[in-house]
T-cell receptor, first 114, second 117 residues
Framework: DTEVTQTPKHLVMGMTNKKSLKCEQH?????MYWYKQKAKKPPELMFV???????INESVPSRFSPECPNSSLLNLHLHALQPEDSALYLC?????????????FGPGTRLTVL | AQKVTQAQTEISVVEKEDVTLDCVYE???????LFWYKQPPSGELVFLIR??????QNEISGRYSWNFQKSTSSFNFTITASQVVDSAVYFC??????????????FGKGTKLSVKP
């Protein structure tokens, strides 16, 4: 299984809602990533989990809260988002998080904040 | 400072033409890794190739080839006999071995390739 899956594919939420994005991989990878991608821009790194511990948090607002329940799962909890948070949220995984490991990406969740 | 520059924002070609996507990078590390990813309209980034800084051999995979030149800090990507299915945004990315940024991918802004029938 060489897939990274993400649910939901699309999400529309109001600014007062609480929702979660989910990501799963069964490749035995020990590093998982959240990226945010705005239209016509490259992906921007948000968080990195390495061996189930948060290793990088790229100064992301606290309305985004990551969680790594186990080595195969990664969640992104959303609360009190702003319309400018509307974007494609991509999850990725890599073997160990080392700089030479390629990252495998999921199809993303297209988030719209009203 | 680390940086990846893809100067071509958009390229449009007709099917069967060859096309080269340019990538220039900046890094102070002596050990680093370069990647190319393809992002079709569906949104998922697809890994195409990794090249490490010690290996300047060019690589060919079917219609795809990559030219890595450390002297010019470039890692260019050529598609031979392009097809409509090659239409996508292509990202070049850099990953450094040191400096607390291990595993971080530094992306270029991407080149949108449109292949017309």
């Amino acid at each position: 299984d060489t897939e990274v899956t993400q649910t939901p594919k699309h999400l529309v939420m109001g600014m007062t809602n609480k929702k979660s994005l989910k990501c799963e991989q069964h490749m035995g990878h020990r590093a998982m990533y959240w990226y945010k991608q705005k239209a016509k821009k490259p992906p921007e790194l948000m968080f990195v989990y390495s061996y189930e511990k948060l290793s990088i948090n790229e100064s992301v607002p606290s309305r985004f809260s990551p969680e790594c329940p186990n080595s195969s799962l990664l969640n992104l909890h959303l609360h009190a988002l702003q319309p400018e948070d509307s974007a494609l949220y991509l999850c990725a995984s890599s073997l160990s998080g080392s700089s030479y490991n390629e990252q495998f990406f999921g199809p993303g969740t297209r988030l719209t904040v009203l | 400072a680390q940086k990846v520059t893809q100067a071509q924002t958009e390229i449009s070609v007709v099917e069967k033409e060859d096309v080269t996507l340019d990538c220039v990078y900046e890094t102070r590390d002596t050990t680093y890794y370069l990647f190319w990813y393809k992002q079709p309209p569906s949104g998922e980034l697809v890994f195409l190739i990794r090249r490490n800084s010690f290996d300047e051999q060019n690589e060919i995979s079917g219609r795809y080839s990559w030219n890595f030149q450390k002297s010019t800090s470039s890692f260019n990507f050529t598609i031979t006999a392009s097809q409509v299915v090659d239409s996508a945004v292509y990202f070049c990315a850099l990953s450094e071995a040191k400096g607390g940024s291990q595993g971080n991918l530094i992306f270029g802004k991407g080149t949108k390739l449109s292949v017309k029938p």
